[in-house]
């Protein structure tokens, strides 16, 4: 018999609409919640001082579901930078236009006043600042004009904000003949198909000139466009602004916190394209509620006569498994038990109050009704985490207004009662807002295809394009018998060889490897543990962003940075991930002491040259070449790493180089 019902001759075959298949956790307060277990770490409190204004930005997460952490990679930040490393710097910043440039500007609102901090940061720095970004009649429709645009934010910046003519042809924009002190707005990336197609040619000039990138667009970063994925390849450094951090602070939130009971709320439709991150939702919360038309795919797969108009036919599979595995973690499915429904034919007739098995043909469900408002109220009650994404909307282009406004109106009391409170998506954060009495507490994430996204297990293409930072506090005391020893840093250690011998010839000094391969790492790390070795140490991590966040909390002195033998695939010019980056430069420039060395080598003489060439370019005079000879003869610390002992029993050359740092620097 079909499971596709014109007509409803048959009764349901469960009369309560709460599903779960055990019913002895079934009870009058719906539920007994199973608490689960994960691994739990925290994402530390922070605080940056912001130019001229002491402005505090601070994120907090309590407790953490390391599954959705290592879905999210820790990013470099723009909070990480000094504002001594952005002065002289050109900087584009690619900003969300949904944010600044909105019609009905929350001026008060967290993501506008982060937005708002990253362009004042980096303009009280010194930096040469250039924004670029979409924006359309929808976005805000008095800003068309790159002119009006640039008016709009020079109002809200209380700073010269100066149009720029580029795109045609891909020319260079150009800052002369403009004030000093301005910050430059490009032209509306909208209507440019380049843009959306990530066009490598349009990338780099896009960003030609510009020495840092800060991605502030967190709504787009699900997106793969040349000025949030593109522009990466071509620029030293590519971070995270304040209110992408925001952002993704928010995200983490919503979805990394672990409090029981924690009820999903899962609203709109098409569920074949939503399954995966439905599966999430069951696989993490304690209770699922549908109040939109996923309940329908929920209800026909468990056999439910349904509307044929409300059936996503391609979805009966996908809602079966979701159904088994709730079944399998023994969590309930709560969907509506009864419906507003108005006459598609004749408008004039009166809403009928109808329950769930009783549409009938002609009319279409439109809003919650009591008896579901009620059952959705006492499963909520005792939650102690809410997360609501999608609208209450069923086979209309509108949302439930009536429904949607006791929804608000619950959430609101349960936050007030310390429950934590996600709001996803444009339709329920608008709802929130509409209320008089709004509460702050609450958790907002306007665009919903990011989490959707997000949830379905996809990498962000524009977060994944963002350098890589370290996301942890070392504690150097546990590592090392003596933090204060002179350090020296082989970025790139491979198996440690080199690194070992090392540490057992200078016991005065400790020595740190920085490794991407995680199972060298791993190795490394069982053999210091195996030695008892207190002055050796080796992480797993991408040194071209990370080497100044994690050397500079070291206690002692940097004296000695050494790069060997780098991949020269990974060295050529137009690698996004070749290791000697002017980024890293500049850190080993910034961290080393003064009289302090750099030792470079590599059996490859253009990968040898290219990185003498770089670390001179980019240390602003600061190395200078320790020995007459072009390249040494010997290694000068008399120890050889793996590979250059297998290059020299071929008998191939090395090529060898000693930098210093000038004292007086």
């Known amino acids: 018999m079909s499971r596709i019902l014109d007509i409803h001759y048959c009764r349901p075959t469960y009369s309560l609409m709460f599903f779960t298949c055990k019913l002895h956790n079934f009870s009058g307060n719906y539920l007994h919640f199973k608490k689960q277990r994960a691994p739990k770490s925290s994402l530390q409190a922070f605080s940056s001082e912001m130019g001229l204004e002491r402005c505090l930005l601070s994120h907090k997460v ?12 820790h990013v470099r930040y723009l909070r990480e930078f000094q504002t001594d490393e ?21 001026q008060q609102a967290k993501l506008f006043d982060s937005a708002v901090l990253t362009i004042k940061y980096l303009h009280e720095a010194g930096a040469k600042v250039i924004l670029v970004s979409s924006w359309s009649m929808k976005t805000n429709s008095k800003l068309l004009s790159a002119d009006s645009v640039s008016a709009y934010l020079s109002s809200i910046l209380q700073l010269s904000v100066v149009p720029m003519k580029s795109f045609l042809g891909y020319e260079q924009p150009t800052m002369q003949n403009s004030p000093t002190q301005s910050i430059f707005l490009l032209e509306n990336l909208s209507q440019v198909k380049e843009d959306v197609a990530n066009c490598s040619r349009f990338s780099e000039q896009l960003c030609a000139g510009v020495d840092i990138f ?3 667009a967190f709504s787009q970063s699900h997106k793969v466009l040349a000025s949030t994925v593109g522009v990466t390849s071509f620029c030293y450094a590519s971070v995270a602004g304040f209110q992408f951090e925001e952002s993704l602070v928010q995200l983490k939130n919503a979805f ?12 709109g439709g098409n569920l074949i394209e939503k399954a995966a991150a439905v599966r999430f939702l069951v696989s993490s919360a304690d209770g699922l509620v549908f109040v939109g038309n996923m309940a329908f795919q929920i209800m026909h797969a468990l056999g439910l006569p349904v509307p044929r108009k409300l059936v996503e036919t391609e979805a009966f599979t996908e809602a079966t498994g979701i159904i088994q595995y709730a079944n399998s973690r023994n969590i309930p499915i709560l969907f509506p038990k009864d419906f507003w429904c108005v006459n ?11 329950p769930v098995h009783g549409i009938l043909e002609g009319w279409s469900p439109v809003a919650l009704g009591p008896n579901s408002l009620d059952e959705i109220t006492t499963l909520l009650t005792n939650s102690k985490k809410v997360v609501w994404i999608g609208p209450v909307k069923f086979d209309s282009s509108v949302q439930d207004s009536n429904g949607t406004s006791i929804l608000v109106k619950l959430l609101r009391k349960l936050s007030q009662r310390s429950c934590d409170v996600t709001v996803v998506g444009n339709m329920a954060c608008k709802a929130v807002r509409g209320e008089s009495e709004v509460f702050s507490s609450c958790n907002i994430i306007e665009n919903a295809s990011v989490v959707w996204e997000f949830l379905k297990g996809r990498k962000l293409p524009g977060l994944v394009a963002l350098d890589r930072g370290y996301p942890y506090t070392i504690d150097w005391h546990t590592i090392y018998d003596d933090p204060t020893r002179p350090l020296l840093v082989d970025i790139g250690s491979g198996n440690g060889l080199f690194l070992f011998e090392m540490a057992r010839k200078r016991k005065d000094m400790n020595f740190l490897g920085l490794e991407m391969n995680g199972k060298l790492v791993k190795r490394c790390m069982e053999t210091v543990h195996q030695s008892s070795l207190k002055n050796g140490y080796f992480i797993e991590t991408n040194a071209t962003s990370t080497f100044r966040s994690i050397v500079s909390g070291y206690p002692g002195e940097l004296v000695i ?8 695939d990974f060295n050529k010019p137009e690698h996004r991930w070749k290791m000697v980056q002017r980024s890293l430069i500049e850190a080993i420039k910034d961290r080393l002491s003064s009289n302090g060395k750099v030792f470079l080598q590599s059996d490859i003489e253009a990968v040898a040259l290219r990185m003498k060439r770089q670390f001179l370019k980019y240390g602003n005079g600061v190395f200078t070449i320790d020995h007459q000879e072009e390249w040494l003869r010997e290694n000068p610390f008399g120890v050889q790493s793996d590979w250059e002992q297998h290059v020299l029993r071929r008998g191939v050359p090395m090529y060898r180089l000693m930098l210093s740092k000038s004292v007086n620097l």
Do not use: W
């Open 62 to 73: 309590k407790e953490d579901d390391g599954n959705v952490y290592d879905m999210l990679p």
């Open 561 to 568: 940075a050494s790069i060997q033998c780098p991949n020269p």
């Open 256 to 267: 990394g916190t672990k409090r029981n009971p924690y009820i999903a709320m899962v609203g």
């Open 86 to 106: 952005l002065v002289g710097k050109v900087v584009m910043v690619r900003f969300d236009s949904n944010v600044l440039l909105v019609e009905k500007q929350d």
């Open 344 to 354: 598609v034919n004749d408008h004039l007739k009166e809403p009928k109050l109808v």
């Open 214 to 216: 800060i991605n502030d």
